[in-house]
């Protein structure tokens, strides 16, 4: 056992090559039996494992600083880095997250979990060294598929400027989350067939010296290289050839799959007939399917995740020109959905809920700005137990306060058809629809609603004293509060479904004060900003009540959801207990 013996990255510097070698398959193998048992990124952490060594052999950290893109390839990073049992122990598995945290060790540099950043960041660092008068090196690793982010771009032209010691090492491994998409990558395929020798050279053309690793899971090569640009006076580029998904047979042949895995992906399947249910997701890609078959003009767009939204290969083909995948670039994403939609397409784009805070600009300038007919679906909206970098609580206070746009909120499967179709055949706004997070609900009854008809409010269940305004996800925590507020308080609640979230119901709000003494809004996602202010802001300056229930503004970190709803008293006992107390029913809520 080598890895048992590295505690640092000064343990890493006493090896010789044929010890790196049995310690890259040990940090595989703790890689595959973290990632099998509690899920995690796979295929970049396997195929990174040569290259983390080598720089931990050649460079000095965290005297020397890496900054590293996304965070999907720091696993070997960190067990190099003292935090090894949280890869070897089963017991420590959950200690450390996925991605890099200074609060873990003094090597993390940034806590980042969203691509492209990590140019713009190491220039930062290194213009902050000289400034200082400081010497050491910055090293930013980025790989191929973050180069198809905005901001990589806006990096590596600043960077290539910098006139001082920046190393940044591009790893190119053919291949993003899925297929890379964009002419940048016909250069990589002339440098890598090249060897680093093609006329044309992206980085050399922004003015970067520029070294070519044609094996960049070869250790020694990788070592000759790192030396040769260690302590550089100039910006560099050092361009890394490696295979994504490397010790593990089925993650080299099916990169895609196995990027991000689920715990367990390693264990043989004993049923392969499981049926699959229905869900939000399947009816999306049936829907979607169907309209792009009705009409030409239909084109489903995303940015670089297609598997977040059930894209497989199969289905992506199945659409042909009829999709488009524009990379990692969230910006560029909206921008080509407004100018479409502008043209008469009807594109529908989907985003990731966390993704989508990339976009703020695009989705206020190029898009509601014009007031281009899109339709926009956030998928994984709501309060989790994620990593602090994915938290998806934020979409609806970034998306509702924008003029223009009109956010929907579903609650069962036929509301959501009805606003797709509703969305994809109008002209005359930018429509988001938050995809539901909640098992599929259907009422069996179609969905005549007609939701050019703006901010009209669904009463589902007439009541007095207490209004229940449960939005999207929350509505069944709506049901579920109004049959307690019965059962423990004699309440016969009034329940409304919002519908919008980026307006309000005013003759419906007014309307409830005749017989209702407080409204209290329910909602998935984070409170400033969101959808029950608008509805605290209406009763200000009368005497109705009204409690928001959501989310605290903050960054959480991997803290289990039940303990998230017991904080933010998001339970039916809990929300009832406020209520009691609110209207002076104190001895109704013991």
Known sequence: MVLEKINSPKDVKTLNLDEMKILADEIRQGILDKVNAIGGHMGPNLGIVETTIAMHYVFNSPEDKFVFDVSHQCYPHKMLTGRKEGFTNPNEYLTYTGYTAPEESDHDLFKVGHTSTSVS???????????????????????DGSLSGGEAYEGLNNASTLNSNIII???????????????????????????????????????????????GNDTQSLINTFKKVKDIDHPVIVHIYTEKGLGLKPAVE???????????????????????????TSITLDYISK???????????????????????EYRNSLGN???????????????????????????LSFMSSFVQRTYDQLSQDLALNNSPITMLI???????????????????????????????????????????????QTKYPV??????????????????????????KIINKGENVAI???????????????????KLGINATLINPVYLTGIDEEMLNNLKSNHKLVITLEDNVLNGGFGEKISRYYGNSEMKVLNFGADKEFTDRISLSDLYEKYHLTPDLIVDDIAKTLNLLEYSK
């Open 169 to 215: 090492i591009v790893n190119d491994n053919d291949i993003s989350i899925a297929e890379n998409h964009g002419g940048l990558y016909d250069n990589l395929k002339n440098l890598r067939e090249s060897n680093g020798n093609a006329e044309n050279n992206f980085f050399k053309s922004l003015g970067f010296d520029y070294y070519f690793v044609k094996d």
């Open 121 to 143: 960041l190491a220039t930062g660092v290194a213009k902050a060294r000289d400034l200082k008068g400081e010497k050491y090196n910055v090293i930013a690793l980025i790989g």
């Open 469 to 487: 305004i449960g939005a999207g996800n929350f509505f069944q925590l709506g049901e579920k509060v109004k049959a307690l507020l019965n059962t």
């Open 291 to 313: 309209k792009t078959k009705e009409d030409k003009t239909v084109i489903a767009v995303n940015a670089g995740t297609p598997g977040v939204f059930g894209y497989t290969p």
């Open 432 to 457: 988001a629809i938050r995809v539901p997070m909640t098992n599929l609900v259907s009422v069996g009854i179609k969905d005549t609603t007609d939701y050019s008809i703006l901010n009209k409010f």
């Open 379 to 425: 998928y994984w909206g709501g309060i989790s137990g994620a990593d602090a970098t994915h938290l998806c609580t934020f979409d609806v206070p970034l998306i509702s306060n924008i003029p223009n746009i009109v956010y929907l909120a579903p609650v069962n499967k036929e509301e959501y058809l009805a606003m797709l179709d509703w969305s994809i055949n």
């Open 254 to 280: 099916n990169k895609e799959a196995y990027h991000w895995a689920l715990p367990g992906v390693l264990n043989p399947q004993s049923d392969n007939n499981t049926t699959q249910e229905e869900s939000y």
């Open 322 to 348: 009829q999709y488009t995948d524009v990379g990692i670039a969230e910006e560029h994403a909206v921008a080509y959905s407004s100018a479409l939609a502008k043209q008469g397409a009807k594109p529908i």
